[in-house]
């Protein structure tokens, strides 16, 4: 494709976004008046659940039965229409969104999966989270190359090609930033999943392993760190144990069965699973085996957690056990009383989900939940749990464990030990407020 | 200097991970023999990072003077003039103590920056190598990052400013924070599996209806 053309279908596609956004605006408003207006409260939204849902639901006469819709006669489109497929236009409001004012440029800054709108545990490449700190370049693959040097008996340089050529390993692994969920240490303050949640995706990483490497290049005595370094303008830079990069990690250049988005890290990044998504370092250009840890900026200034009393915590690189409830949602309130199989994600940097239980009282009493779909270590496991709602105010929350018998805790318990000024690692169990409306709040609880 | 905490993590590791290192990772003879060896000038061209002990620090020096003007030339439209943050939203790089980082002490903010919170100076010369200028990084001759690096140090009272910032200079800097880090403890918190009657009474504490969640274009920059 020519730089015209990519320019074009650049303008394009912001073009989409912007006119998805406001038909969204246009449309939340509506439901949410629909939503509060209605003077019999509930009775509407069950009405709602009655007729199969909201105005949206509605559809134009002219295309329902009896009636036969113009797309029953006439041709489609033909096969290469769309040479990359893109989703229907009817689902343009599904993508990523970002906070603006969280950061001060949108360089270095963070977009949020609408975890709210998938289904399953793979995170579409399009909308799996980003978070940058200098822009994403786009490199060219022929001008790749990963140096892996220091602390090993053989130096070398590979192209990707090279790296594509070592033995091929696939894995199934979220990844999550450690600040997802961050705007919570204080108080409740988002109020959509998609921001209180959306800092995790979940994909299959095709590439070599590290150990493959490190059995081809002969590690020296005494190598107890490496140096992950990235090829972008903030030239990020994390030392990893050296047993953690031996045992699972993944030099990784595909992501979902076709080679990593640029935003992603193309041509090849760092998968660490389960642990903190800023190690896995993309656009990687080199490893460096060393002794002793770096201490950059990015392990001491950042991705630290001060306590209470003004001691840090640093290397804090697990992702506890998680979870929460992406149906209902803020997103997509109650459709009335009655069945509703409430939904949700959990994972854990620990291992394998073992289990979640549903509390329906804030949590005061627990009911467990079924682990449904695949079960994979250090990826997002979903559940599902049958629910008859009464049409009553709930506090409605998931509470994950894993395989090490860790429980998910209450931000209470967090708080008791780490204090607010933490901004990282807040795991806590989340609750959604069900209204009488059928609208859902973010909302923090204490129980005593 | 570090230790690994002991987790189920380093247990399982001294089991076997180590037996892995020493092994398995030690062979001289190349299985397959992909990619080239790089020469040292390939190297050295990539190989920027600087470690607490000083390892990786290049030659050169800079003095005070020469850092206040680059700092004023590179970095204090973002950082301020004082490279106290300028009042703006980036980060402020001088002030504070390391005592001023416990809630019990300043209950509203921790006041984070270069002298309160980083624990090596080094890392002060590193990150500003690699990543600074924003939008024009690694463009810094290694003169200008000491110098930057030394007036930064010297605004934070942790260098002299009639002593020039070069490699020897920057082993002596002690940050004031150094000892203020300790290694990850978790998991810390027990949540016990409790299933009925767990709580008496919940109570909402806060609610999301501040308003500062973006909607609409609001949400794309």
Redesign the interface.
Known sequence: MGKQNMDKSKTNSRVI??QA??E??QL?PTRRAFLRGSAAGIGAVAAMGATGGAAMAAGNPENLPPNVPEWSKMLGDSVTAEPYGIPSQYEKNVHR?????L???????ISFTPIQDLHGIITPNGLHFERH??GFPHIPKEDFRL?V?GMV???????LQ??M??PQVSRIHFVECPANSGAEWR??????LQ??HGMVSCCEWTGVKV?TL??????K?G?KWV?A?GAD???M?RSI???KL??DCILAYAQNGEMLRPEQGYPLRLIVPGFEGNMNVKWI??L?F?D??????EE??KY?D?M???????????M?TKSVITSPCPEYPMLGKGYHQIRGLAWTGAGKIKGV?ISV???????PARLEGPVFNKALTRFVFDWEWNGQEV?LQS?A?DE???????ID??RE?????SIY?NNSIHTW?VQKSGEV???????? | ??K?PVS??ALG?ALG??L???Q?????E???G?????SDE??AG????????G?GLPEGSGTYDEGEALFAEHCAA?HGDFADGGG???PPLVGGT????????RPGQ?H?T?GS????A??VF??IK??MP??N??SLTNDEVYAITGWLLAENDLHDSDEPMNAEALKKVVMPNVD??????????????????????????????????????????
């Open positions: 976004m912007a956004e406001r969204s605006a939340e969104r970002t906070v603006p004012w950061t001060p440029t949108g360089e270095s800054s700190h200098g140096i040097h008996k053989n130096e070398r340089m590979f192209t090279d790296l050529r070592f108080g409740a303050q988002m109020d959509k921001f209180t150990s490190m059995e081809e290049l002969g590690v005595p190598a140096l370094e303008a903030a030239g830079s144990p050296i047993e031996g045992d250009r080199r460096e060393g002793q840890p770096w201490h950059h900026r001491t200034s630290t001060t209470y009393n003004g001691k840090s915590r640093r290397f804090t690189w697990s506890d239980d009282d804030g949590g005061k009493n627990w009911m506090l509470r464990y090490t018998g860790y429980v998910q805790p209450t318990q967090l030990i780490r204090g607010t000024w690692h407020l709040l973010n909302v923090q609880v204490s129980g005593k | 200097m570090y690994f189920k993590f590791l991970g180590f892995i290192t020493s398995a990772f030690a062979g001289d190349m299985k397959y992909f990619g080239v060896k790089p390939e190297i990539w190989d920027i990072d600087i470690r607490p002990d390892k973002c703006g939203r980036y390391p005592g001023e980082l416990s809630q019990a002490v921790p984070k270069i919170y980083w624990p090596y080094s890392t590193d990150y690699r990543a924003f939008g990084a690694q203020g880090f300790f290694d990850d403890p978790r998991p810390d918190v027990k949540n016990p599996h409790c299933m009925k009657d767990c709580f008496k009474t919940v109570e909402i504490k806060s609610k999301a209806t501040l308003g500062v969640t973006p909607t609409g274009e609001d949400a794309l920059r």
